[in-house]
């Protein structure tokens, strides 16, 4: 092989090589009356600015994929929501909605988190986000 086709495979593979670390860049903002995506472990603001919320936990305990049961499952979300440095637990379901914890003035609704659980994997919770329409009352 000549120098040339050498720099060019070397080339050719760097090029894939780059294509695959391709990651996916969330939004660190959410808009209260539209639905946004959060991932655990991190802060989002308001797009105006006065408030935050961080994601501590997400719970699935969904039906895994390939199995047969005979609950649905849940969702559960459990953070912490400030507004004017004031910080208050919370605690979102999926399906029990009575044992929802939420901030004064806001209803949260799950929408959706991914991903869907598979019979026979375990996922890891820093992989999980999930779809959240927080509003106003």
């Known amino acids: 092989m000549n120098p040339n086709s050498i720099i060019k495979w070397l080339l050719i593979v760097l090029l894939f090589a780059g294509m695959g670390c391709e990651e996916t860049v969330f939004d660190p903002t959410f808009?209260?009356?539209k639905e946004s995506v959060f991932r655990i472990?991190?802060?989002?603001?308001?797009?105006d600015g006065q408030y935050s919320?961080?994601?501590?936990?997400?719970?699935?305990?969904?039906?895994p994929e390939g199995a047969l049961c005979i609950w649905q499952g849940e969702i559960t979300v459990n953070g912490e929501w400030?507004?004017?440095?004031?910080k208050t637990n919370i605690e979102l379901h999926s399906v029990m909605s009575a044992l929802q914890k939420e901030p004064d003035g806001f209803t949260f609704q799950?929408?959706?988190?991914?991903?869907h659980?598979?019979?026979?994997?375990?996922?890891?919770?820093?992989?999980?986000v999930v779809?959240?329409?927080i509003k106003r009352k």
């Open 117 to 128: 659980p598979k019979l026979g994997t375990e996922s890891n919770p820093e992989d999980s």
């Open 131 to 133: 779809t959240l329409l």
């Open 110 to 115: 799950i929408i959706d988190a991914k991903p």
């Open 53 to 63: 919320f961080l994601i501590n936990k997400i719970g699935d305990s969904r039906c």
């Open 41 to 47: 472990n991190q802060i989002y603001y308001s797009g």
């Open 31 to 33: 808009t209260i009356g």
């Open 82 to 86: 400030t507004e004017k440095k004031s």
